[in-house]
């Protein structure tokens, strides 16, 4: 069946430590997606990308970078500048890379923490 | 700024009872709306989309939606609620980018 993988499920992070979480999709989409949810704050865009080597800001990409070498992998890098990390961060992907007029589907998201 | 808020942060029904969760939208053109649902510590679940045409959507697990413009709004109804449906509710929406609402967590009491 099509979907899309994160990896891990949880994560921990050390103080000055950058962390890697993963996202792959074989659901032939071009566009993907990164979101960070905390509660009550729902979903906030931090990375999005429409086609492979190429992404742009969301809402909140301080302190975190990404990648899009291939069209099926999406990898989020949570760098140490970003001091509050703690988070459920999800990944996603649509058919088309314009964002608004494709329904998106989601990963089951990875819990990230701060040790 | 164009957005889409969940005006209600917590709503608790009965189980049998109907349901009917708000969701208003700021768009200058109409925008492509959907209901997502999300269980504890999983990803989102599309429920329902609405592009054009027919207002009134029909989805997955029972549910619906009403597209009503005058109003700007886009609630999902389910005519009885099950304690399977408990879990938080997204509305999502956009014209060129997707926009999402705050959530709404439903708690179904037996």
């Known amino acids: 069946d099509g979907g899309i993988t994160q990896s891990p499920k949880y994560l921990f992070r050390k103080e000055g430590q950058n962390v890697t979480l993963s996202c792959e999709q074989n659901l032939n989409h071009d566009a993907m997606y990164w979101y960070r949810q905390d509660p009550g704050q729902g979903l906030r865009l931090i990375y999005y990308s429409q086609i492979v080597n190429d992404f742009q800001k969301g809402d909140i990409a301080e302190g975190y970078s990404v990648s899009r070498e291939k069209k099926e992998s999406f990898p989020l890098t949570v760098t140490s500048a970003q001091k509050n990390p703690t988070a459920f961060y999800l990944c996603?992907?649509?058919?088309?890379?314009?964002?608004?007029?494709?329904?998106?589907?989601f990963g089951d998201g990875t819990r990230l923490s701060i040790l | 700024a164009q957005s889409v808020t969940q005006p209600d942060i917590h709503i608790t029904v009965s189980e049998g009872a109907s349901l009917e969760l708000r969701c208003n939208y700021s768009y200058g053109a109409t925008p492509y709306l959907f209901w997502y649902v999300q269980s504890p510590g999983q990803g989102l679940q599309l429920l329902l989309k609405y592009f054009s045409g027919d207002t009134l959507v029909q989805g997955i697990k029972g549910f619906e939606a009403e597209f009503k413009r005058s109003q700007s709004s886009f609630n999902l109804r389910k005519p009885s609620v099950h304690w399977s449906d408990a879990a938080e509710y997204f509305c999502g929406g956009g014209n060129n980018d997707m926009r999402f609402g705050a959530g709404t967590r439903l708690t179904v009491k037996p």
């Open positions: 996603a992907s649509s058919q088309t890379g314009t964002g608004g007029n494709q329904p998106q589907h």
